[in-house]
């Protein structure tokens, strides 16, 4: 199993500090240092919750 680092580099953690979210920062804390499969399990995730919840898909990915 290979590790990764769970720190967020300097410029990374000043932009998750610089949103005005709690939620989504957290998520991106979480989320950060996972692999691209999980990343994209993630994603597909969060896109079933806005179907389920009415919102519009993300316009920058459809």
Not at 27 to 40: F, M, N, T, V, Y
């Amino acid at each position: 199993m290979r590790l990764v680092s769970r720190e967020l580099p300097a410029d990374d953690l000043r932009a998750v500090d610089r949103l005005h979210s709690p939620g989504v920062a957290r998520l991106l804390r979480a989320a950060h240092g996972l692999s691209p499969e999980s990343i994209d399990l993630l994603t597909s995730m969060a896109e079933r919750l806005r179907a389920a919840e009415g919102a519009l898909p993300d316009p920058a990915y459809h």
